[in-house]
């Protein structure tokens, strides 16, 4: 098995695909997967590895939102690095459970991957034998947009107001934010393997795309490789896709 050598070539090799069926609720909803095209043997140290690693990140979600681990291999291929990450706004409760099912549908996802990840509305999971962990990385994974509305030029100056709100850093680490104005909402969050400095970059750089890519829309997402921004007007969002909005994922990987 060859050894992966960056986060950039992984998110270049990522199958992103659409769960057409509601999930169970909505922290555990569907929003992007992806595999490594590399294959492990079965029953090679490299899955034994794996199946440490993902049992390790399911333990550790019960007791916080954030962890990373690596378990280290005599040869470097074998060595493997993950991570997990719940919304800022869960309990460990619901943060476990998200997890749990996070990495039961990458086990399905990604069978016999050498690397996945996997974002649910509640929680994201990666894994990969590349060093990923505090890389920072503005790769765009996914952009949806709702439809177009008529804001007028108040509501769209208070929208993007909030949005660069998100974006403003006063020197702490605030890896998680919400925001809200004139009846629109919004979310962003960093993972918490980059610095405060390359939190505030991945979050002013998703905002200036999503601002870009998604304009006047009831709503919008857009989920770069190390950060997400998200907002909605009241009423507008459709948590499985299925509402009126026009779902321009961009679902390709690219680099």
Not at 63 to 87: A, I, M
Request: hydrophobic residues 35%; charged residues 15%.
């Amino acid at each position: 098995m060859s050894k992966i050598s960056t986060v950039k070539a992984f998110i270049a090799l990522l199958a992103i695909t659409v769960l057409a069926a509601p999930a169970t609720s909505s922290t555990d909803s569907f929003v992007f997967g992806g595999c490594s095209q590399l294959k492990f043997t079965p029953g090679s140290p490299y899955e034994s590895n794996v199946n440490l690693l993902l049992t390790s990140l399911v333990n550790s979600a019960t007791f916080t939102t954030y962890s990373n681990f690596t378990v280290k291999s005599p040869t470097s291929q074998d060595t493997l690095y993950g991570l997990f990450q719940c919304r800022g706004d869960l309990s460990n409760g619901d943060c476990g459970r998200c997890v749990a099912r996070a990495v039961s549908q990458l086990g399905t996802l990604c069978l016999d991957s050498s690397g996945g990840a996997l974002q649910l509305e509640g929680c994201f999971v990666k894994y990969d034998n590349a060093t990923f962990l505090g890389v920072e990385d503005k790769t765009e994974v996914l952009h949806k947009c709702g439809p177009l509305i008529g804001y007028d030029s108040d509501e769209m100056n208070r929208r993007d107001a909030m949005l660069d709100y998100l974006g403003t850093g006063d020197g702490s680490y605030k890896p998680f934010r919400v925001g809200g104005a004139g009846g629109v909402s919004s979310v962003a969050q960093c993972v918490q393997d980059l610095s405060a400095s390359e939190c505030q970059d991945c979050l002013s750089e998703a905002i200036g795309r999503l601002k870009t890519a998604c304009g006047a829309a009831a709503w919008g997402d857009l989920y770069l490789a190390k950060c997400y921004v998200r907002f909605s007007k009241a009423g507008a969002y459709s948590q499985d896709g299925n509402g009126n909005g026009n779902g321009n994922g961009n679902g390709n990987g690219k680099q």
